[in-house]
Structure formats: structure tokens, C-alpha cells
């Protein structure tokens, strides 16, 4: 009897570790969601910068020279994540004379 017993202790440390580790990766996914407008996701403008290694005052040159599309909510600068995977698209050259 105290044999099962062990075997059940050792069930439920199991299980609860299990738990621990469904609501870390439940947290992480809520936390890394974002909210959606009309299917469309908003990046800042220090969010891009992060994400494509350039500086904000590039991003800037970029939306004086009309290269990337933007939206300004009091000064505020938001992309759209499709209008900045438009202007790699436009920009990406293969590999070897397709340029």
C-alpha cells in the first residue's frame, strides 16, 4: 500500500509540473498576441527598427521617400505588417544576376 502511494505522489508532481509548464506557455502566447483591426497587424515604429536592424531615422528616410507605407496617430508612427512585408517583397533580389 505505501508502495502505490509513492507511485501516486510521483503521479501528481508529474502532472502538476505538466500544468506549470501549459500556463508559462499560455502566459507567453497571450502576452505575444496582438489585437487585430480588420485582420491587420500593427508594428511601432521601435518595434520595426528592432525588428529589421535599421534606426528609426531610417525608417523615417523611408516614409519621407515614400518607400514604406505608415499611419501617424498623434505622433505615433504604426505599419502595417502587410505593407512592410509589401516593401521586402518589392526590394528582395535572388541570388546571382536576377537583379
Not at 528609426?56 to 512592410?84: A, C, F, H, P
Amino acid at each position: 500500500m505505501e508502495n502505490l502511494s509513492k507511485e501516486h505522489n510521483v503521479q501528481l508532481i508529474e502532472i502538476s509540473e505538466a500544468i506549470d509548464q501549459i500556463n508559462e506557455l499560455l502566459f507567453e502566447a497571450v502576452n505575444q498576441n496582438r489585437p487585430l483591426l480588420r485582420g491587420d497587424i500593427f508594428i511601432s515604429d521601435a518595434e520595426l527598427s528592432e525588428i529589421l536592424k535599421v534606426s528609426r531615422r531610417t525608417l523615417q528616410l523611408w516614409r519621407n521617400e515614400g518607400k514604406i507605407s505608415y499611419l501617424m496617430l498623434g505622433g505615433k508612427v504604426l505599419y502595417r505588417e502587410s505593407d512592410v512585408q509589401a516593401m521586402l517583397d518589392a526590394h528582395y533580389c535572388k541570388a546571382f544576376y536576377e537583379c
